[in-house]
């Protein structure tokens, strides 16, 4: 059985991307097939997959495939009746857009990123009110869970945001993804952070997000 895993939020700039990319591989590398849909009309992760073709160096994981360009609305809602691989991970866009309520409606799984910002924190809410609505017509059924992310390392402020999410009434991953320079540099060369620098800090924590992923959609 395939899992369907949606990375959500409304407000921009919190590693949707980032996130559904390197979830992605580390995924492909344990061996799973791996699709990664762009539900983003900014591109962002058809952008990284034509990157990633342009580059020799890259050993290209023969487990995973991008879309080449972001997808409508009704190619998402087609994934209810899904190609055949284990996983497919949603990249959403930003705003409140159709794309992003199509992907909520197919999903096993929906991942909130949110950055260690007060603001940012509150913002999640129309994101969690979206999903709940429709939790309650009985149009998904998606475990949702909260993610930190662009964690500050050194700083108090993932503690101080994990605290304040629990107002949020939603769990929260045990693992955080912190901001760190191999990530962006991994990106401009379309690899993974996994590919780019596999024994770095951000490889560890992606890995060790990929194993939380597939307990959460274990549990009942």
């Known amino acids: 059985m395939n899992q369907i895993i949606s990375i959500a939020n409304q407000k921009g700039g919190v590693g949707k991307s980032t996130i559904a990319f390197n979830l992605g591989v580390a995924l492909a590398n344990s061996k799973h097939t791996v699709f990664v849909v762009d539900a983003d009309p900014q591109g962002t992760i058809s952008m990284w997959a034509k990157a990633r073709a342009r580059?020799?160096?890259?050993?290209?994981?023969?487990?995973?495939?991008?879309?080449?360009?972001?997808?409508?609305?009704?190619?998402?809602?087609?994934?209810?009746?899904?190609?055949?691989?284990?996983?497919?991970?949603?990249?959403?866009?930003?705003?409140?857009?159709?794309?992003?309520?199509?992907?909520?409606?197919?999903?096993?799984?929906?991942?909130?990123?949110?950055?260690?910002?007060?603001?940012?924190?509150?913002?999640?809410?129309?994101?969690?009110?979206?999903?709940?609505?429709?939790i309650s017509r009985k149009a998904t059924k998606s475990k949702v869970y909260l993610l930190i992310s662009k964690k500050i390392v050194g700083t108090n402020l993932a503690k101080e945001a994990r605290d304040t999410c629990k107002m949020l009434k939603l769990p929260i991953l045990k693992t955080e993804i912190s901001q760190r320079i191999a990530l962006c540099e991994s990106a401009i060369t379309g690899q993974s952070v996994l590919e780019y620098a596999p024994n770095s800090m951000a490889a560890e924590e992606f890995i060790a997000l990929e194993k939380e992923v597939k307990r959460c959609l274990k549990q009942n």
Do not use: M
Request: glycine letters at 2%.
């Open 55 to 134: 580059h020799e160096s890259n050993k290209i994981n023969p487990n995973i495939t991008f879309t080449e360009n972001p997808w409508t609305p009704e190619e998402i809602l087609k994934l209810a009746q899904p190609p055949d691989y284990e996983f497919i991970i949603i990249d959403c866009g930003p705003a409140n857009n159709k794309a992003a309520k199509a992907s909520l409606v197919v999903s096993n799984l929906t991942i909130i990123p949110i950055s260690p910002s007060p603001l940012d924190i509150n913002s999640a809410r129309s994101t969690i009110e979206l999903i709940e609505e429709g």
